[in-house]
């Protein structure tokens, strides 16, 4: 069951990722149709965008993060029980100890960070190593762990990239529109005598401002959901015991949410820290915890 669930779930993460490249290139598209009356153009410059963004935020993500969530590195010495978890979950995950920092909040929490297992770090809040026994701590640990030796943390990275380039392209299709698509689509108009590059171009619009970055943003939630649960499973796989992380998970949810949460970095804490209330699961950056519970208690 466990293996299965955990093959599952990495076809599942391939087919959203596969979804939100599909969405990423529309974009682009809908950009050069809008700009150039040409697709291809656009969607090469979404892939300048995306670059550029790439080489800004993957120079030191773990630095980035830390700082957004006032996160402290921590030394061996500060707290050694801590340190201990991390390298037993590391040992036996069979990746490199990670940097390990802690969160002055007192709502239990806990994310990894980073673009590799050889630099990744993980960070916990004061209220988790406050209110978990060592079994509750092993099994949000191993989840973490399972997180870096999954690679999410970098999967994590490349949806923010994805999502913060779409963000651009429609502030900027929105701004180039106010200044410039009205008239020069006018001209093209009276040249060419016909409705359907307006048409084309309105798709175009549409999908670019409104519909791709809700799309974006969706596809980035599924992703994050779909990682949560092969972290579960990867927890159990590495303490061989899913009581711990059952345990901790009920504790975390009903608790209070975090006081200086950054709602950026949601999606990477083990439960959602701001605790928004959702109509719909679509918009939740975590399953909900029963769900994950069931299936804990099913491995």
Do not use: C
Request: no cysteine.
């Amino acid at each position: 069951m466990l293996y299965q669930q955990i093959e599952r779930n990495k076809r599942k993460t391939f087919l959203v990722m596969l979804v939100f490249f599909v969405i990423f290139a529309l974009v682009g598209a809908g950009l050069g149709q809008l700009m150039w009356d040409k697709p291809l153009p656009g969607v090469l410059t979404a892939g300048v965008i995306a670059l550029v963004y790439s080489f800004i935020i993957f120079q030191d993500p773990i630095s980035v993060v830390m700082s957004m969530n006032h996160a402290q590195e921590l030394r061996e010495e500060d707290n050694p029980q801590l340190f201990h978890v991390v390298e037993d979950m590391a040992m036996v995950g069979q990746i490199p100890m990670p940097k390990v920092y802690l969160i002055p909040d007192q709502s239990p929490n806990a994310f990894a960070t980073g673009l590799s297992p050889d630099k990744s770090a993980v960070a916990v809040t004061q209220g988790l190593l406050d209110m978990m026994n060592r079994e509750e701590l092993e099994g949000v640990l191993g989840h973490e762990i399972s997180h870096i030796r999954n690679y999410d943390i970098r999967l994590s990275m490349v949806a923010l990239v994805l999502v913060s380039a779409i963000s651009f392209i429609a502030d900027f299709a929105q701004n180039w529109m106010w200044f410039g698509f009205g008239g020069r689509r006018r001209d093209d108009d009276d040249e060419d005598g016909g409705s359907l590059g307006m048409i084309i171009g309105v798709i175009g619009v549409i999908f670019t401002l409104i519909l791709g970055p809700l799309a974006a943003s969706l596809a980035q939630m599924a992703l994050s959901r779909n990682r949560e649960y092969l972290a579960d499973a990867g927890s159990v796989e590495l303490t061989r015991n899913p009581q711990g992380l059952i345990s901790a998970l009920r504790k975390i949810e009903n608790s209070q949410p975090m006081q200086a949460a950054n709602s950026a970095s949601a999606s990477l804490y083990i439960e959602d820290p701001v605790r928004r209330p959702s109509l719909s699961h679509l918009f939740d950056t975590h399953p909900p915890t029963e769900e994950r519970i069931k299936r804990l208690e099913q491995m």
